[in-house]
C-alpha cells in the first residue's frame, strides 16, 4: 500500500533511478578530430606515462598510466562541450584549434616549438614532452592574462576529471596508490543492498517480498519522500499527486506539438506560499509556514539524494549535488565557486560548522547600519531555535587529521584553538559530508525544516524544477508591484515544460549567485540587485606528514580525507576584538579531484609523486571577511574584485598555516602558488625557515598565481534600510515588489567573516515571522 499523498514506489524509484543513471552519464563530446588532438597532447602534458621501479605495483601502475590511457581527453571533451558554462569557454576552444596548427602553436607557444630541421614549426602535439611541458610552465606564469587563464582552466579540468572518474565497478586506476579508498567502504555494502532492493520493488518481484514488508521506506527512500513530486511523470498523474497533496491544480490541454510557455503553462498550482530553493534559507521559510498550516510548494532546481542513493563519489556527487556542477569560476577565473543545487542546498554537502552570528558583526549591522533587527529579542532568540533544530553541539569524541595537525600547532605556538560547533554529534567521524551525509546525522533541512513541511501534510517538494520568473502585478495607486507567483521549467522527456505556480506571497532562496539572476529576469530594476557580491575568499597551505614520523605522531594512521571536517578553527588572525576583518583559519575537505586541481604543477612526475603523498598531506585554510566585493551578471556570469587589504589579511593567515604546519610536526610544508616551491622542515635552518614562509606569504594572490576559492557566497541583494543602496528591507521583502520576499545569504548587509549556517537560517527565520503575519491578514480577507 503506498502512503496518502506520498509517491507510490514505483514513482518514487523513477526519481531514484534517475539519478542512478546520471552517475554513469558520459557528456556528447563534440569536438573536432584536431580539438581532440591538441586535447589530448596536453592532458597527456600534464599526466603523462613514466616508468618508475616501485615497490607496490599500484603505484607502478597509476605512473604507467597516462591522462589518454585512462580515457580522460574523451570525457572531458564531452564535459567542455555541454557542462562548462563560463564566458571565457571560447577560449578553450579557440586555443585548441590554435594549437592543432603550426602558426598557432608558434602564436601560442613561442620559440618552444621551433625546430632546426625541416618543417622548423611543429604543432603541439608533435612536440616532445619536455617541449610541452615547458610551455604549460611557461602558460603559467605568463605576462598575458588569457595564457594564464588557459592554463589554469586545463590544468584545473584534467587533473579533476583524472582523479575523479571511476569504471563500472565504481574505482578510479589512482586510487590505491594514492592511498584513497572511494566512498565509505561500509556505506558501499549498505549502498549495494538497498539498491537491489529498490530494482526489486520497481519490478514487483515476488522473491523480494519478505524484504519489502520488513524494509523502513525512510531509509530507502529518504525521509522527504512523502512529500516529494517528481515532475518526471505524465501531467495528470503529476496533477493527481499535487491534489492529494492539497493543492488546487488546473490543467491547460495544449494542442499537439504545441510548447508551452508562460502564457500557456502545462499545469498551474494554488499555494499559500511558493518558495523558489530548499537550503539554509527557504528549507527554515518553508517549514516553518508548513508547519504553521499553510499550503508551500517548494521548487528545487536540484535532485533529491536519498542517503541510501548517495554515490559518495566526488566527479559523480559535484555533477548531481553543486551548482553548475562544481565548475564554476568568476570571470577572471580568480576565483574558484562551490555552492550547493540539491534539495537541502548548500545545508547538504557542507562541512558541518554552525558559528552564531559574531558579536562585532551583530554590532556592525545594528548600530552602523541601523538595522535594528540584529539587535533584537527575535534574532537572538532565533539563533538559538535554528541551533537548537540542528542539535548544534561542540564536542568531539575522535579528532580527524587535518584538525589534529590544526590543533596541536596552534597549542605548540600558543596560537588560540578552539572546537568549531556542528550540526553533527560528537561521535559523527566522517570525512565525505562533502558529499551527503550518509546517515542523516549531520542536520541539513533535509533533515530538520523540511521533515517539518513534509510532516504538515499540507505542502510538498517538487525537485528537478527552476524558477524561471517571479509573476508581479500592478495595482493603480501603488508605487511597486505585487508578486503573484512564480513561472517554473522543468524536463519531461528531453523536452522543456513550463508550469505556474499562483501564490498569495512568495519567496526567493535560490542563493546569492542565482538569486540576482532570477530577479532580474522577472523585470526587477533595482540597481543593487547582483551588486556588493562577497565571497569569503579562501587560499591553503599544506604540510606533509610521513606514515613513519621521527616524532610520535598519535595520528599516524589516520588519513587526511577522514574525520569531521571542520571540528577545530583559529582566530589567531581574525582580528575579532576589533572589526573583524581578517582571517580565520579552519580545515577544508579535499578528496583526489580538488585536491589534484589545486595542488602546484611543475611536471608530470611531480604531480604523480605530490598525488602518492596524498592522504597524508593536511591542508589548512584561511578564510577572510572581504572587504572587496563583486557582481552578479548572469547565471554564467560572475565579476568579481579583492581588495589589497583583504589579501594582506590571507597573506598574514598564510604565514601562520605555515608556521602551524611546521610546529605540528610537517615533513614538508608548501602553498598552492604556481612555482610549487616546497621546504623540508627537517633538513634547514631556522633561518632558511624564516625565509621561506616570508617569501611564500608575501606573494601575490591575485594574478591567478595561486589558486583562490570560495565556499561562501553573500551580499548580492542585500539587506537594508534604504531602497537606493538596499534590495530588501529588514522583513526580507524587496522594495520594489510587495510580497516577494528574500532569505537566503544574499540579503547579507556585508560579508559575514564565519561560515554563515546560522546566521542565513536565523534571518530566514525572523523573515519567516512576517510572512506569516501577511498570511494571517491575507487569510482574515477571503
Known amino acids: 500500500m503506498e502512503k496518502e499523498n506520498g509517491p507510490g514506489k514505483q514513482e518514487q524509484t523513477v526519481i531514484e533511478l534517475g539519478n542512478m543513471e546520471k552517475e554513469a552519464q558520459f557528456y556528447v563530446n563534440s569536438l573536432s578530430s584536431r580539438e581532440m588532438d591538441s586535447l589530448t597532447a596536453i592532458c597527456d602534458t600534464f599526466l603523462p606515462s613514466i616508468t618508475v621501479s616501485a615497490a607496490n605495483d599500484d603505484v607502478a601502475t597509476f605512473f604507467q598510466a597516462s591522462a589518454s590511457m585512462a580515457g580522460t581527453p574523451a570525457r572531458l571533451g564531452g564535459l567542455i562541450c555541454q557542462r562548462l558554462k563560463h564566458p571565457k569557454k571560447w577560449l578553450v576552444r579557440v586555443s585548441l584549434w590554435l594549437l592543432s596548427t603550426c602558426i598557432g602553436t608558434l602564436i601560442l607557444c613561442g620559440r618552444f616549438c621551433l625546430s632546426s630541421e625541416f618543417p622548423y614549426i611543429h604543432r603541439f602535439s608533435q612536440l616532445s614532452q619536455h617541449q610541452r611541458e615547458a610551455i604549460l610552465l611557461s602558460w603559467s606564469l605568463s605576462y598575458f592574462h588569457l595564457l594564464r587563464m588557459l592554463f589554469k582552466a586545463i590544468k584545473l579540468l584534467t587533473l579533476f576529471v583524472f582523479f575523479t572518474q571511476v569504471d563500472e565497478k565504481n574505482e578510479n586506476l589512482s586510487w590505491k596508490a594514492i592511498g584513497y579508498n572511494g566512498p565509505d567502504p561500509k556505506f558501499k555494502a549498505q549502498t549495494r543492498q538497498c539498491k537491489t532492493l529498490k530494482q526489486a520493488m520497481y519490478e514487483n518481484s515476488e522473491g523480494e517480498e519478505e524484504s519489502r514488508e520488513n524494509v523502513n521506506e525512510e531509509e530507502l527512500y529518504g525521509p522527504l519522500y512523502k512529500g516529494l513530486i517528481t515532475m518526471q511523470l505524465p501531467r495528470d498523474i503529476v496533477a493527481s499527486r499535487l491534489r492529494q497533496a492539497g493543492f488546487p491544480v488546473s490543467i491547460r490541454h495544449k494542442q499537439v506539438n504545441a510548447v508551452s510557455s508562460i502564457r500557456n503553462p502545462s499545469l498551474v498550482v494554488i499555494c499559500d506560499a511558493v518558495v523558489v530553493g530548499s537550503g539554509s534559507g527557504g528549507g527554515v521559510i518553508a517549514g516553518v509556514l508548513a508547519k504553521a498550516g499553510y499550503k508551500v510548494l517548494v521548487l528545487e532546481k536540484g535532485s533529491y539524494c536519498a542517503r541510501t542513493n548517495l554515490s559518495l563519489l566526488e566527479g559523480p556527487t559535484l555533477d548531481q549535488m553543486y551548482l553548475n556542477g562544481g565548475l564554476f569560476a568568476t570571470d577572471d577565473m580568480g576565483m574558484v565557486l562551490l555552492a550547493g543545487s540539491t534539495v537541502g542546498g548548500g545545508s547538504t554537502i557542507n562541512w558541518s560548522?554552525?558559528?552564531?552570528?559574531?558579536?562585532?558583526?551583530?554590532?556592525?549591522?545594528?548600530?552602523?547600519?541601523?538595522?535594528?533587527?540584529?539587535?533584537?529579542?527575535?534574532?537572538?532568540?532565533?539563533?538559538?531555535?535554528?541551533?537548537?533544530?540542528?542539535?548544534?553541539?561542540?564536542?568531539?569524541?575522535?579528532?580527524?587529521?587535518?584538525?589534529?595537525?590544526?590543533?596541536?600547532?596552534?597549542?605548540?605556538?600558543?596560537?588560540?584553538?578552539?572546537?568549531?560547533?556542528?550540526?553533527?554529534?560528537?561521535?559523527?567521524?566522517?570525512?565525505?559530508?562533502?558529499?551527503?551525509?550518509?546517515?542523516?546525522?549531520?542536520?541539513?533541512?533535509?533533515?530538520?525544516?523540511?521533515?517539518?513541511?513534509?510532516?504538515?501534510?499540507?505542502?510538498?517538494?517538487?525537485?528537478?524544477?527552476?524558477?524561471?520568473?517571479?509573476?508581479?502585478?500592478?495595482?493603480?495607486?501603488?508605487?511597486?508591484?505585487?508578486?503573484?507567483?512564480?513561472?517554473?521549467?522543468?524536463?519531461?522527456?528531453?523536452?522543456?515544460?513550463?508550469?505556474?505556480?499562483?501564490?498569495?506571497?512568495?519567496?526567493?532562496?535560490?542563493?546569492?549567485?542565482?538569486?540576482?539572476?532570477?530577479?532580474?529576469?522577472?523585470?526587477?530594476?533595482?540597481?543593487?540587485?547582483?551588486?556588493?557580491?562577497?565571497?569569503?575568499?579562501?587560499?591553503?597551505?599544506?604540510?606533509?606528514?610521513?606514515?613513519?614520523?621521527?616524532?610520535?605522531?598519535?595520528?599516524?594512521?589516520?588519513?587526511?580525507?577522514?574525520?569531521?571536517?571542520?571540528?577545530?578553527?583559529?582566530?589567531?588572525?581574525?582580528?575579532?576584538?576589533?572589526?573583524?576583518?581578517?582571517?580565520?583559519?579552519?580545515?577544508?575537505?579535499?578528496?583526489?579531484?580538488?585536491?589534484?586541481?589545486?595542488?602546484?604543477?611543475?611536471?608530470?612526475?611531480?604531480?604523480?609523486?605530490?598525488?602518492?603523498?596524498?592522504?597524508?598531506?593536511?591542508?589548512?585554510?584561511?578564510?577572510?571577511?572581504?572587504?572587496?566585493?563583486?557582481?552578479?551578471?548572469?547565471?554564467?556570469?560572475?565579476?568579481?574584485?579583492?581588495?589589497?587589504?583583504?589579501?594582506?589579511?590571507?597573506?598574514?593567515?598564510?604565514?601562520?598555516?605555515?608556521?602551524?604546519?611546521?610546529?605540528?610536526?610537517?615533513?614538508?610544508?608548501?602553498?598552492?602558488?604556481?612555482?610549487?616551491?616546497?621546504?623540508?622542515?627537517?633538513?634547514?635552518?631556522?633561518?632558511?625557515?624564516?625565509?621561506?614562509?616570508?617569501?611564500?606569504?608575501?606573494?601575490?594572490?591575485?594574478?591567478?598565481?595561486?589558486?583562490?576559492?570560495?565556499?561562501?557566497?553573500?551580499?548580492?541583494?542585500?539587506?537594508?534600510?534604504?531602497?537606493?543602496?538596499?534590495?530588501?528591507?529588514?522583513?526580507?521583502?524587496?522594495?520594489?515588489?510587495?510580497?516577494l520576499y528574500l532569505a537566503d545569504t544574499s540579503v547579507f548587509p556585508t560579508a559575514l567573516g564565519v561560515n554563515p549556517m546560522i546566521t542565513v537560517q536565523a534571518i530566514a527565520y525572523c523573515t519567516a515571522q512576517s510572512v506569516l503575519q501577511i498570511l494571517k491578514r491575507k487569510k482574515c480577507m477571503y
Open 353 to 739: 560548522a554552525s558559528i552564531q552570528t559574531p558579536q562585532h558583526v551583530v554590532n556592525e549591522w545594528s548600530q552602523e547600519l541601523e538595522l535594528e533587527l540584529f539587535d533584537s529579542k527575535l534574532y537572538r532568540e532565533a539563533m538559538d531555535v535554528v541551533s537548537e533544530k540542528m542539535e548544534v553541539q561542540s564536542d568531539i569524541l575522535e579528532e580527524g587529521f587535518n584538525n589534529a595537525v590544526l590543533r596541536r600547532g596552534c597549542e605548540e605556538l600558543g596560537y588560540p584553538v578552539k572546537n568549531i560547533p556542528r550540526n553533527a554529534p560528537a561521535d559523527h567521524y566522517c570525512g565525505w559530508c562533502c558529499l551527503g551525509c550518509k546517515d542523516g546525522r549531520k542536520k541539513g533541512t533535509s533533515e530538520t525544516w523540511l521533515l517539518d513541511l513534509v510532516n504538515s501534510g499540507t505542502s510538498a517538494i517538487l525537485p528537478g524544477c527552476e524558477a524561471i520568473k517571479v509573476l508581479h502585478s500592478t495595482k493603480r495607486g501603488r508605487d511597486c508591484g505585487i508578486a503573484t507567483g512564480v513561472a517554473f521549467e522543468f524536463e519531461y522527456k528531453g523536452v522543456k515544460d513550463i508550469c505556474i505556480v499562483e501564490s498569495k506571497v512568495t519567496i526567493v532562496a535560490g542563493g546569492a549567485l542565482s538569486t540576482p539572476t532570477l530577479l532580474k529576469r522577472s523585470g526587477l530594476k533595482n540597481a543593487n540587485i547582483g551588486k556588493n557580491l562577497h565571497l569569503h575568499p579562501v587560499t591553503m597551505a599544506w604540510g606533509y606528514f610521513p606514515d613513519t614520523p621521527s616524532n610520535e605522531w598519535p595520528e599516524k594512521e589516520k588519513k587526511s580525507y577522514e574525520g569531521g571536517i571542520m571540528t577545530a578553527m583559529s582566530s589567531v588572525v581574525a582580528n575579532f576584538d576589533k572589526s573583524g576583518y581578517g582571517a580565520l583559519i579552519q580545515t577544508p575537505s579535499l578528496h583526489p579531484g580538488m585536491f589534484s586541481s589545486l595542488m602546484p604543477w611543475v611536471s608530470g612526475t611531480d604531480i604523480k609523486m605530490r598525488m602518492c603523498k596524498f592522504s597524508r598531506t593536511a591542508h589548512l585554510i584561511a578564510l577572510v571577511r572581504d572587504k572587496g566585493s563583486g557582481t552578479v551578471n548572469s547565471s554564467s556570469s560572475i565579476s568579481y574584485q579583492m581588495e589589497a587589504t583583504d589579501e594582506e589579511n590571507l597573506q598574514r593567515g598564510l604565514e601562520k598555516m605555515l608556521r602551524i604546519l611546521a610546529a605540528a610536526g610537517a615533513e614538508e610544508i608548501g602553498t598552492h602558488h604556481a612555482k610549487g616551491r616546497k621546504l623540508n622542515v627537517k633538513q634547514v635552518s631556522a633561518h632558511e625557515f624564516e625565509r621561506f614562509v616570508k617569501e611564500e606569504s608575501s606573494r601575490p594572490l591575485r594574478g591567478l598565481s595561486m589558486p583562490l576559492c570560495s565556499a561562501h557566497q553573500m551580499g548580492s541583494c542585500r539587506m537594508g534600510i534604504d531602497p537606493k543602496t538596499s534590495v530588501v528591507n529588514q522583513m526580507g521583502e524587496t522594495w520594489e515588489v510587495e510580497g
